[in-house]
Protein backbone atom coordinates (compact mmCIF):
# COMPACT_ATOMS: atom_id res chain seq x y z
CA UNK A 1 0.00 0.00 0.00
CA UNK A 2 2.68 2.44 0.74
CA UNK A 3 4.29 1.66 -2.83
CA UNK A 4 0.47 2.98 -4.32
CA UNK A 5 0.21 5.74 -1.94
CA UNK A 6 3.80 6.67 -3.21
CA UNK A 7 2.63 6.58 -6.88
CA UNK A 8 -0.13 8.55 -6.45
CA UNK A 9 1.34 11.23 -4.46
CA UNK A 10 3.85 11.58 -7.56
CA UNK A 11 1.17 11.48 -10.09
CA UNK A 12 -1.14 14.18 -8.36
CA UNK A 13 1.99 16.33 -7.33
CA UNK A 14 3.11 16.26 -10.69
CA UNK A 15 -0.15 17.00 -11.96
CA UNK A 16 -0.94 19.78 -9.84
CA UNK A 17 2.55 21.36 -10.43
CA UNK A 18 2.00 21.22 -14.18
CA UNK A 19 -1.46 22.78 -13.75
CA UNK A 20 0.06 25.34 -11.83
CA UNK A 21 2.84 26.16 -13.85
CA UNK A 22 0.14 27.02 -16.69
CA UNK A 23 -1.19 29.30 -14.26
CA UNK A 24 1.46 31.05 -13.24
CA UNK A 25 2.96 31.78 -16.88
CA UNK A 26 -0.66 32.93 -17.73
CA UNK A 27 -0.41 35.42 -15.04
CA UNK A 28 2.81 36.95 -16.06
CA UNK A 29 1.18 37.00 -19.64
CA UNK A 30 -1.12 39.15 -18.03
CA UNK A 31 1.10 41.41 -15.73
CA UNK A 32 0.25 39.88 -12.90
CA UNK A 33 3.52 39.62 -11.32
CA UNK A 34 2.76 38.92 -7.62
CA UNK A 35 -0.16 36.57 -8.36
CA UNK A 36 2.54 34.41 -10.55
CA UNK A 37 5.02 34.71 -7.81
CA UNK A 38 2.83 33.16 -4.83
CA UNK A 39 1.91 30.65 -7.68
CA UNK A 40 5.12 29.84 -8.36
CA UNK A 41 5.99 29.27 -4.82
CA UNK A 42 3.66 26.38 -4.24
CA UNK A 43 4.32 24.86 -7.65
CA UNK A 44 8.26 24.57 -7.18
CA UNK A 45 7.27 23.37 -3.35
CA UNK A 46 4.51 20.21 -4.91
CA UNK A 47 7.43 19.93 -7.81
CA UNK A 48 10.45 19.12 -5.36
CA UNK A 49 8.10 16.94 -3.17
CA UNK A 50 7.44 14.96 -6.00
CA UNK A 51 10.84 14.93 -7.65
CA UNK A 52 12.29 13.92 -4.63
CA UNK A 53 10.60 10.94 -4.31
CA UNK A 54 11.88 9.92 -7.50
CA UNK A 55 15.19 10.52 -7.81
CA UNK A 56 16.30 8.75 -5.16
CA UNK A 57 14.53 5.50 -6.51
CA UNK A 58 15.73 5.62 -10.32
CA UNK A 59 15.37 1.95 -10.38
CA UNK A 60 11.93 1.67 -9.52
CA UNK A 61 10.38 2.59 -13.20
CA UNK A 62 7.13 2.59 -12.08
CA UNK A 63 8.14 5.97 -9.99
CA UNK A 64 9.24 7.84 -12.93
CA UNK A 65 5.91 6.46 -15.35
CA UNK A 66 4.10 8.02 -12.92
CA UNK A 67 5.96 11.20 -12.76
CA UNK A 68 5.98 11.44 -16.67
CA UNK A 69 2.01 10.71 -16.60
CA UNK A 70 1.52 12.98 -13.84
CA UNK A 71 3.26 15.70 -16.29
CA UNK A 72 1.01 15.02 -19.31
CA UNK A 73 -2.01 15.07 -17.12
CA UNK A 74 -0.84 18.25 -15.97
CA UNK A 75 -0.45 19.59 -19.22
CA UNK A 76 -3.74 18.64 -20.09
CA UNK A 77 -5.11 20.03 -17.12
CA UNK A 78 -3.39 23.63 -17.60
CA UNK A 79 -4.87 23.87 -20.71
CA UNK A 80 -8.61 23.33 -20.02
CA UNK A 81 -7.92 25.56 -17.03
CA UNK A 82 -6.60 27.83 -19.18
CA UNK A 83 -9.30 28.00 -21.23
CA UNK A 84 -12.16 27.80 -18.46
CA UNK A 85 -10.68 30.79 -16.83
CA UNK A 86 -10.20 32.60 -20.11
CA UNK A 87 -8.20 35.70 -18.26
CA UNK A 88 -7.88 39.02 -20.44
CA UNK A 89 -8.45 40.17 -24.06
CA UNK A 90 -8.56 39.51 -27.26
CA UNK A 91 -8.53 41.77 -30.17
CA UNK A 92 -10.59 40.41 -33.29
CA UNK A 93 -10.28 42.26 -36.65
CA UNK A 94 -13.02 41.32 -38.78
CA UNK A 95 -12.89 41.94 -42.51
CA UNK A 96 -16.64 41.62 -43.57
CA UNK A 97 -17.39 39.43 -46.81
CA UNK A 98 -21.48 40.98 -47.10
CA UNK A 99 -23.04 44.21 -45.82
CA UNK A 100 -20.49 45.55 -42.73
CA UNK A 101 -22.57 48.05 -41.25
CA UNK A 102 -25.29 45.64 -40.42
CA UNK A 103 -22.68 43.56 -38.79
CA UNK A 104 -21.01 46.78 -36.84
CA UNK A 105 -24.92 48.00 -35.82
CA UNK A 106 -25.17 44.24 -34.72
CA UNK A 107 -22.01 43.69 -32.75
CA UNK A 108 -22.78 47.57 -31.21
CA UNK A 109 -26.03 46.41 -30.20
CA UNK A 110 -25.08 43.43 -28.16
CA UNK A 111 -22.23 45.91 -26.66
CA UNK A 112 -19.21 45.39 -28.43
CA UNK A 113 -16.79 48.51 -29.05
CA UNK A 114 -16.15 48.30 -33.17
CA UNK A 115 -13.65 50.76 -34.20
CA UNK A 116 -13.60 51.07 -38.12
CA UNK A 117 -11.26 51.76 -40.35
CA UNK A 118 -11.19 51.91 -44.73
CA UNK A 119 -8.84 49.77 -45.97
CA UNK A 120 -7.76 48.50 -49.96
CA UNK A 121 -8.74 44.66 -50.67
CA UNK A 122 -7.66 43.13 -53.73
CA UNK A 123 -11.11 43.82 -55.00
CA UNK A 124 -11.61 47.29 -53.55
CA UNK A 125 -12.56 49.03 -50.56
CA UNK A 126 -12.96 46.93 -47.81
CA UNK A 127 -14.13 48.13 -43.81
CA UNK A 128 -11.82 46.31 -41.09
CA UNK A 129 -13.51 45.87 -38.20
CA UNK A 130 -11.00 46.28 -34.68
CA UNK A 131 -13.42 44.99 -31.58
CA UNK A 132 -11.81 44.30 -28.47
CA UNK A 133 -13.20 42.35 -25.84
CA UNK A 134 -12.89 40.09 -22.64
CA UNK A 135 -11.71 36.37 -23.58
CA UNK A 136 -15.13 35.36 -22.13
CA UNK A 137 -16.85 37.03 -24.49
CA UNK A 138 -15.23 35.92 -27.63
CA UNK A 139 -17.26 32.53 -28.29
CA UNK A 140 -20.61 34.85 -28.24
CA UNK A 141 -18.78 37.34 -30.70
CA UNK A 142 -17.88 34.68 -32.85
CA UNK A 143 -21.16 33.48 -32.90
CA UNK A 144 -22.65 36.43 -34.02
CA UNK A 145 -20.18 36.92 -36.69
CA UNK A 146 -20.75 33.30 -38.19
CA UNK A 147 -24.96 34.12 -37.58
CA UNK A 148 -24.07 37.39 -39.44
CA UNK A 149 -21.26 37.14 -42.04
CA UNK A 150 -20.08 33.18 -42.11
CA UNK A 151 -17.40 33.81 -44.81
CA UNK A 152 -16.03 37.24 -42.99
CA UNK A 153 -11.81 37.16 -42.44
CA UNK A 154 -11.07 37.08 -38.88
CA UNK A 155 -8.17 37.29 -36.93
CA UNK A 156 -7.81 36.82 -32.91
CA UNK A 157 -4.82 38.45 -31.23
CA UNK A 158 -4.38 38.33 -27.68
CA UNK A 159 -4.51 41.99 -26.11
CA UNK A 160 -1.67 41.54 -22.72
CA UNK A 161 -3.24 45.11 -21.76
CA UNK A 162 -6.05 47.44 -22.19
CA UNK A 163 -6.41 51.03 -20.92
CA UNK A 164 -9.45 53.19 -21.40
CA UNK A 165 -12.14 52.72 -24.50
CA UNK A 166 -15.11 50.84 -24.70
CA UNK A 167 -14.14 48.09 -23.06
CA UNK A 168 -13.49 49.97 -19.59
CA UNK A 169 -16.69 52.18 -19.63
CA UNK A 170 -18.35 48.84 -20.30
CA UNK A 171 -16.14 46.97 -17.65
CA UNK A 172 -16.94 49.09 -14.82
CA UNK A 173 -20.74 48.78 -15.23
Known amino acids: MDVLA ?3 FI ?3 RAIDVSLATFRVLM ?8 AAMTGFFEV ?13 LNEPWKIIAYALGFSCGTLVGGWLEERLAVGYNLVQVI ?11 LRQ ?8 EGQGRSGPRHILNITTRRK ?3 RLLELLDKTDPKAFVTIFDA ?9 LYKRK
Open 137 to 139: ELP
Open 160 to 168: RRTKGGFVE
Open 28 to 35: LMRGERIR
Open 45 to 57: SIYIMALGRVVHH
Open 110 to 117: NNFGVTVV
Open 6 to 8: NLL
Open 96 to 106: PKTNSGKLICL
Open 11 to 13: FFG
